[in-house]
C-alpha cells in the first residue's frame, strides 16, 4: 500500500513538474531575435524592448538582461533625483542572437545599438505561431569611431549586484552600449560599503572583461563630504593608477571618523605619480574644485555624470568662466549611479585605442560629450582641442554638425561663452542633422565650441546633450583672458576658503595651514593669470 501511494505521489509530482512548461509552450511563442548591421549583415549589440497593448506597455523579457539595473542608492531616492524606475527598465540588452519567450500576442519589438544606429522598430502578431525568427537591421548614420572617435564613460559605479551579476553587468552591458572605454570606481562610504559590489574589484585593467571589446578599467572616486551627502572639498576620479590611493575618502562627513586635514590635491598628486588622470566629479560640486583647476592639477572636468540633468547648473554659470579665464579644461562624461543614461565623452585617439592613448586624447581635449547627437567641428581645419594662431584680426572658417537618433533641437555655435549662431535639427531618413559653414571676424584671443540645446529626452527618459571641448584661438600669440571671468573665479576661491576655514575640522595647526595653503596658491596663480590678461 505504501509503495502504490508513492508511486502515486511520484507521478502527481512529474505531472505538475511537466504542466507548467507545457502551459508556458502553450502561451508563449519561441523568437530568436537577432540584431544585424544594415550593410554587413553580421550580427551586432545592442538593447531591445517588447511593446504591447497598443504600444504603450513593456513587458519583461525572462533571460535577458535589464539594461536599467537596480535602483541606486536609498539616499538618492531620498533626495528625491533619483525614481524608482524610468524608462531605461524596459530595455534589455542582447549581445548576440539569441532565443526568447515571448507570448503569443501582437507585439513590438524596437532596438538600438549605441548612439550611431537609427532606431529600428517591427510589429508582429505571434498569436499563432510556436516559434519564428526575427531579424532587426540596424542602420548606421554615423562613422565617428572610423574616425578614430572612441567612445568611454569616466566614472561608474555598481551598486546592491551579487559579484555574479556584477560580472555579468561588465561583459554585456557595455558592449550593449556600444563603448570603447569603461572607467568603474572604488569607493569608501562606510554607511553603503557593502553594497558597492566594484569595490571587490582591483585597481588597474580588468582584463578578464576585455574579450566583450570593451577595455575596462578600476579607478577610484577620491573624495570628502563636510556632512553626509553635502558638499566638501569635493569628488575626483583618479583613472589609470596602479594602486589604491588612501585615504580613499576624507573626513567625518563621509567615513564618520577622523578629521578634514587632508586636501583631495594630495590624492590628485600622487594618482598623477602614479602616471594616472585626474577627472573632477559633478560639475561645480566641490570647494577645492576651482583651486585644482587654476592650479592645473585637474585634467578634464565631468559634466552630467549622474543625478538630474534638470538640476544642473547652466555652461554659463560655471563651466565658462574657466575657459575666459584662460584655462584649458577639457569637458568629459560618464553615468555615475549604474542606471543613469547613455552618457559618453568620445575622445579622438592618435594611433592604436589603449586605456593610456584615450586618457591623452582627453586630456588634450580632444572630446566632446554627449548622450545622443555625435559632433563634427573644425576652426580654420583645427580640430576640437587644437589652437588657431593669427597675426592679427582676421575672418576664420567655421565647420559644424551633429547628427542623431533623436531629434535634438538647435546646433549652437559658441565663442567666449555667448551663442553666436545657431542652426535646428533636419530629419534625413530616420535621423536628424544640423549643419554650420560660417565666416566670423575674429579681433580678439578666445574659443570656440559648439553644443545642442534640445527639449527631447533620450530613449532612457534623461534631456538630451552633447558639447565639444573648445578650439582655441590666438590673437599676435596672446590668449583669452577675460578680467571679469578672473575676478569671478577670484571670489569662488575666497569664499570656498572661507567655508572650509569656519567649518571643516582639524586636528593640528600645521594640518589646517596645508588645507587653506591650496586656497592661498590658486588665489596668487589666478593674480598672476589675471595680470596678463587681454581685454
Not at 68 to 87: M, Y
Not at 138 to 155: D, E, M, Y
Not at 493 to 511: P, Y
Not at 516 to 522: A, E, G
Request: glycine content about 8%; charged content about 20%; hydrophobic content about 35%.
Amino acid at each position: 500500500m505504501n509503495r502504490r501511494l508513492l508511486l502515486l505521489l511520484t507521478w502527481c509530482l512529474g505531472v505538475l513538474a511537466i504542466y507548467p512548461r507545457a502551459l508556458s509552450q502553450t502561451e508563449h511563442c519561441r523568437v530568436k531575435i537577432s540584431l544585424i548591421d544594415h550593410v554587413t549583415k553580421k550580427p551586432v549589440p545592442g538593447v531591445i524592448r517588447v511593446l504591447f497593448k497598443g504600444d504603450q506597455e513593456a513587458m519583461p523579457i525572462k533571460g535577458l538582461l535589464e539594461r536599467g539595473q537596480g535602483v541606486g542608492s536609498v539616499a538618492l531616492q531620498q533626495l528625491g533625483t533619483l525614481p524608482p524606475r524610468r524608462t531605461i527598465h524596459d530595455w534589455y540588452v542582447l549581445t548576440g542572437p539569441t532565443e526568447v519567450l515571448l507570448p503569443r500576442k501582437p507585439i513590438r519589438i524596437e532596438a538600438f545599438s549605441g548612439l550611431e544606429t537609427e532606431l529600428v522598430h517591427l510589429s508582429t502578431d505571434l498569436t499563432t505561431r510556436s516559434h519564428t525568427s526575427i531579424e532587426l537591421p540596424l542602420k548606421t548614420f554615423s562613422q565617428v569611431t572610423n574616425k578614430n572617435w572612441f567612445a568611454g564613460n569616466t566614472h561608474l559605479h555598481l551598486f546592491k549586484l551579487s559579484r555574479k551579476n556584477a560580472d555579468r553587468y561588465l561583459r554585456e552591458i557595455p558592449q550593449g552600449d556600444r563603448l570603447d572605454i569603461l572607467f568603474t570606481s572604488h569607493l569608501i562610504r562606510p554607511s553603503e560599503d557593502a553594497h558597492y559590489i566594484s569595490n571587490r574589484y582591483s585597481i588597474g585593467d580588468l582584463r578578464q572583461f576585455w574579450s566583450s571589446g570593451v577595455l575596462i578599467n578600476h579607478g577610484e572616486e577620491h573624495r570628502h563630504n563636510l556632512a553626509p551627502w553635502a558638499e566638501g572639498y569635493g569628488h575626483v576620479m583618479l583613472l589609470n593608477i596602479k594602486k589604491v590611493i588612501e585615504p580613499v575618502s576624507i573626513g567625518p562627513g563621509i567615513t564618520g571618523a577622523g578629521n578634514d586635514g587632508t586636501p583631495l590635491q594630495q590624492g590628485i598628486n600622487e594618482a598623477h605619480r602614479q602616471g594616472g588622470t585626474a577627472i573632477w566629479c559633478h560639475n561645480d560640486l566641490g570647494l577645492e574644485r576651482v583651486p585644482n583647476i587654476v592650479n592645473g592639477n585637474v585634467d578634464a572636468q565631468n559634466i552630467f555624470d549622474g543625478y538630474s540633468v534638470e538640476q544642473y547648473p547652466q555652461y554659463e554659470s560655471t563651466f565658462y568662466h574657466y575657459l575666459n579665464a584662460g584655462f584649458r579644461i577639457p569637458f568629459s562624461t560618464g553615468t555615475d549611479w549604474f542606471l543613469f543614461d547613455l552618457s559618453r565623452v568620445y575622445a579622438q585617439v592618435e594611433g592604436t585605442l589603449e586605456i593610456a592613448t584615450w586618457l591623452e586624447a582627453l586630456k588634450k581635449g580632444r572630446s566632446f560629450i554627449t548622450n545622443g547627437p555625435l559632433l563634427h567641428f573644425f576652426v580654420e581645419n583645427q580640430p576640437i582641442g587644437g589652437t588657431v594662431s593669427l597675426t592679427a584680426a582676421s575672418p576664420i572658417s567655421v565647420e559644424g554638425q551633429a547628427l542623431g537618433r533623436r531629434n535634438f533641437g538647435n546646433l549652437e555655435l559658441i565663442h567666449n561663452g555667448n551663442v553666436i549662431h545657431k542652426v535646428s535639427s533636419q530629419q534625413e531618413q530616420q535621423h536628424f542633422r544640423a549643419r554650420i559653414q560660417k565666416t566670423i571676424l575674429i579681433k580678439k584671443p578666445g574659443w570656440m565650441a559648439l553644443r545642442v540645446s534640445s527639449q527631447t529626452n533620450t530613449e532612457y527618459g534623461l534631456p538630451i546633450f552633447a558639447h565639444t571641448s573648445a578650439i582655441y584661438i590666438e590673437v599676435e600669440k596672446k590668449s583669452i583672458r577675460q578680467s571679469n571671468a578672473v575676478a569671478y573665479l577670484k571670489r569662488e576661491i575666497e569664499a570656498a576658503r572661507h567655508q572650509v576655514s569656519t567649518k571643516a575640522i582639524f586636528g593640528t595647526v600645521s594640518e589646517r595651514k596645508m588645507i587653506l595653503d591650496v586656497y592661498d596658491t590658486s588665489l596668487l596663480a589666478l593674480a598672476n593669470k589675471g595680470e596678463s590678461s587681454t581685454p
